[in-house]
C-alpha cells in the first residue's frame, strides 16, 4: 500500500521502502520491513536527528572556540554524510548550517591565528620574565644573601618555568632554547655561589668549633679552684663570644658542656655564700642595734658631743663586720643619714665662727644700728610734726631694718 502523505518529509512504500522528500524530488532511503510504515518512517527520522545532533554540536564547538583545523575536517566530514544519507527530515537545512560553518573557518583560522600570535608573545614575555628574575638573583652579591631564601626564590622560579612548559603554548625552538641557556647558566652560578659560600660557612664553623673545644676543656680544668677559678671562667666566657658559631648542632653540644663546667664554679661559690650569710645575718642584727642608737643623734644639736659619740659608733659598725649583700643598701642608707646630720652640725658651725663672715656681720649689725638711731629721730620728728605719710615712710623703714638686724643676730 503506497501513502503519499505520512509525514512532511518522507513516506513508505507498499513494499516497505522509504523515500526523503527534498527539492529535487524523491529519493529511496532504505526499507524496513516486517514494520509499520509509522515503525519504518521513525527508524529513518531518528537517523536524522542524529546528523542534526552532529551539526548542533558542531555548531556549539565553533561558539566555545575550538580549533579551527578540527572544524575544517568535521565539517568535510559532515558534508559528505549528508550527500546521501540515509534519513528522513529537513536534509537541506542541515547542508545549508554545514555550509555556513564551512564560511566560518577561515574567520576563525584567521582569529585563532592572531590568538596563537599573542599567546605566543605572552609565552615568551613570561620566560623571558622569569630568566630575568633568575638573572637578578645570580647578580646579587654572594657575601651579602640570605642563601635558603635564595634558593627557595629559584626553586620556585625553576617550578612556574616547568608549568609553563607543560601548560602554555610551545615557543619556537631557537627562541625557546636562548632562554633556557640563559635561565641554566644563572641557576648555574647561584649553586655555584651557594656551594662556596657553605664551604667557607664550614670551614668557619670548624674553626670555631675547635676553639670553643679547647674552650669547654679549659672551663673544665678550673673545677678544682672552686670560687677562686670564677674570675679565669669569665674570662673564657668572653672568649666563647668572640669564638663566633659552630653551627646549632655543636654550638648546643659544646654550651651544654661549657655551663657545666661554670656551674661547679657557681655552685663552689653559692656553698661560700650561704655560710657567710649566716655569719652576715648575726652581724644584720648587731648592726640594726646599733642604727637604733645611731639614729637618737638626729634629735642632737650639740655638734662636739654628736661627734664624739658617731665617731664610736662608726668604730663599733667597722668592727661589726658585713652583712647580707640584700640588707646591705638599706643599712647603709640609715647610717649615711646620721652621718649627714652631723655633717651639718659641724658645717653650721663653722659658717658662724668664720673670721671674715663674722667680721662682715659686725660691720653691717653696726651699719644697721646707726641707721635705725637715725630712722628712730626722723620717726619722733615726723610725730612732733604730725606729718603722717612722713611718719608711716619712717615707721616702713625702721621696721625693716630692725628685721635685718634681727636675721643678722641669727
Same mark, same amino acid.
Given at each position: 500500500?503506497?501513502?503519499?502523505?505520512?509525514?512532511?518529509?518522507?513516506?513508505?512504500?507498499?513494499?516497505?521502502?522509504?523515500?526523503?522528500?527534498?527539492?529535487?524530488?524523491?529519493?529511496?532511503?532504505?526499507?524496513?520491513?516486517?514494520?509499520?510504515?509509522?515503525?519504518?518512517?521513525?527508524?529513518?527520522?531518528?537517523?536524522?536527528?542524529?546528523?542534526? !545532533?552532529?551539526? /548542533?554540536?558542531?555548531?556549539?564547538?565553533?561558539?566555545?572556540?575550538?580549533?579551527?583545523?578540527?572544524?575544517? &575536517?568535521?565539517?568535510?566530514?559532515?558534508?559528505?554524510?549528508? /550527500?546521501?544519507?540515509?534519513?528522513?527530515?529537513?536534509?537541506?537545512?542541515?547542508?545549508?548550517?554545514?555550509?555556513?560553518?564551512?564560511?566560518?573557518?577561515?574567520?576563525? /583560522?584567521?582569529?585563532?591565528?592572531?590568538?596563537?600570535?599573542?599567546?605566543?608573545?605572552?609565552?615568551?614575555?613570561? %620566560?623571558?620574565?622569569?630568566?630575568?628574575?633568575?638573572?637578578?638573583?645570580?647578580?646579587?652579591?654572594?657575601?651579602?644573601?640570605?642563601?635558603?631564601?635564595?634558593?627557595?626564590?629559584?626553586?620556585?622560579?625553576?617550578?612556574?618555568?616547568?608549568?609553563?612548559?607543560?601548560?602554555?603554548?610551545?615557543?619556537?625552538?631557537?627562541?625557546?632554547?636562548?632562554?633556557?641557556?640563559?635561565?641554566?647558566?644563572?641557576?648555574?652560578?647561584?649553586?655555584?655561589? =651557594?656551594?662556596?659560600?657553605?664551604?667557607?660557612?664550614?670551614?668557619?664553623?670548624?674553626?670555631?668549633?675547635?676553639?670553643?673545644?679547647?674552650?669547654?676543656?679549659?672551663?673544665?680544668?678550673?673545677?678544682?679552684?672552686?670560687?677562686?677559678?670564677?674570675?679565669?671562667?669569665?674570662?673564657?666566657?668572653?672568649?666563647?663570644? =668572640?669564638?663566633?658559631?659552630?653551627?646549632?648542632?655543636?654550638?648546643?653540644?659544646?654550651?651544654?658542656?661549657?655551663?657545666?663546667?661554670?656551674?661547679?664554679?657557681?655552685?663552689?661559690?653559692?656553698?661560700?655564700?650561704?655560710?657567710?650569710?649566716?655569719?652576715?645575718?648575726?652581724?644584720?642584727?648587731?648592726?640594726?642595734?646599733?642604727?637604733?642608737?645611731?639614729?637618737?643623734?638626729?634629735?642632737?644639736?650639740?655638734?662636739?658631743?654628736?661627734?664624739?659619740?658617731?665617731?664610736?659608733?662608726?668604730?663599733?659598725?667597722?668592727?661589726?663586720?658585713?652583712?647580707? %649583700?640584700?640588707?646591705?643598701?638599706?643599712?647603709?642608707?640609715?647610717?649615711?643619714?646620721?652621718?649627714?646630720?652631723?655633717?651639718?652640725?659641724?658645717?653650721?658651725?663653722?659658717?658662724?665662727?668664720?673670721?671674715?663672715? &663674722?667680721?662682715?656681720?659686725?660691720?653691717?649689725?653696726?651699719?644697721?644700728?646707726?641707721?635705725?638711731? &637715725?630712722?628712730?629721730?626722723?620717726?619722733?620728728?615726723?610725730?612732733?610734726? !604730725?606729718?603722717?605719710?612722713?611718719?608711716?615712710?619712717?615707721?616702713?623703714?625702721?621696721?625693716?631694718?630692725?628685721?635685718?638686724?634681727?636675721?643678722?643676730?641669727?
Amino acid at each position: 500500500m503506497s501513502t503519499d502523505d505520512q509525514a512532511p518529509w518522507g513516506r513508505v512504500d507498499d513494499d516497505g521502502t522509504v523515500y526523503v522528500r527534498e527539492a529535487e524530488g524523491e529519493r529511496a532511503v532504505g526499507q524496513y520491513p516486517d514494520a509499520t510504515p509509522a515503525e519504518a518512517l521513525a527508524y529513518y527520522e531518528r537517523k536524522y536527528t542524529e546528523l542534526n !545532533g552532529q551539526v /548542533t554540536l558542531l555548531e556549539q564547538r565553533v561558539k566555545r572556540g575550538a580549533s579551527a583545523a578540527d572544524v575544517s &575536517k568535521t565539517v568535510r566530514h559532515l558534508r559528505e554524510l549528508l /550527500t546521501e544519507p540515509s534519513a528522513v527530515g529537513d536534509l537541506q537545512t542541515l547542508r545549508d548550517r554545514v555550509a555556513a560553518l564551512d564560511t566560518t573557518v577561515a574567520e576563525l /583560522t584567521e582569529q585563532q591565528s592572531a590568538e596563537a600570535k599573542e599567546a605566543l608573545a605572552e609565552a615568551v614575555a613570561y %620566560r623571558t620574565g622569569l630568566v630575568v628574575e633568575a638573572e637578578t638573583l645570580a647578580a646579587q652579591d654572594p657575601a651579602r644573601v640570605q642563601w635558603k631564601q635564595v634558593t627557595a626564590t629559584i626553586d620556585d622560579i625553576f617550578g612556574r618555568w616547568q608549568k609553563h612548559q607543560q601548560d602554555g603554548p610551545r615557543i619556537p625552538k631557537g627562541e625557546g632554547n636562548e632562554l633556557w641557556k640563559r635561565f641554566r647558566a644563572a641557576r648555574s652560578t647561584i649553586d655555584s655561589h =651557594r656551594k662556596a659560600f657553605y664551604a667557607d660557612l664550614d670551614a668557619t664553623h670548624r674553626e670555631a668549633r675547635q676553639r670553643k673545644q679547647s674552650l669547654v676543656e679549659a672551663a673544665e680544668a678550673l673545677a678544682g679552684k672552686g670560687v677562686d677559678g670564677i674570675p679565669a671562667y669569665r674570662d673564657l666566657l668572653d672568649d666563647w663570644k =668572640r669564638a663566633g658559631r659552630a653551627g646549632k648542632k655543636y654550638d648546643d653540644a659544646l654550651w651544654a658542656k661549657f655551663k657545666t663546667a661554670g656551674d661547679v664554679l657557681y655552685a663552689a661559690k653559692s656553698e661560700v655564700v650561704a655560710r657567710d650569710n649566716v655569719e652576715y645575718e648575726t652581724n644584720l642584727t648587731q648592726k640594726l642595734e646599733l642604727l637604733d642608737e645611731a639614729e637618737k643623734l638626729l634629735t642632737v644639736t650639740d655638734r662636739v658631743a654628736a661627734r664624739e659619740t658617731l665617731t664610736a659608733l662608726q668604730l663599733r659598725w667597722d668592727e661589726i663586720g658585713r652583712v647580707p %649583700r640584700e640588707q646591705l643598701r638599706s643599712v647603709e642608707d640609715r647610717l649615711r643619714k646620721v652621718e649627714s646630720h652631723v655633717r651639718q652640725l659641724d658645717e653650721e658651725h663653722w659658717q658662724k665662727s668664720n673670721p671674715e663672715r &663674722k667680721a662682715r656681720s659686725e660691720g653691717l649689725a653696726s651699719q644697721l644700728q646707726d641707721a635705725i638711731a &637715725k630712722l628712730e629721730s626722723e620717726l619722733a620728728a615726723a610725730e612732733a610734726s !604730725g606729718d603722717a605719710r612722713r611718719i608711716h615712710e619712717a615707721r616702713e623703714a625702721l621696721d625693716a631694718r630692725r628685721v635685718w638686724l634681727d636675721a643678722l643676730g641669727a
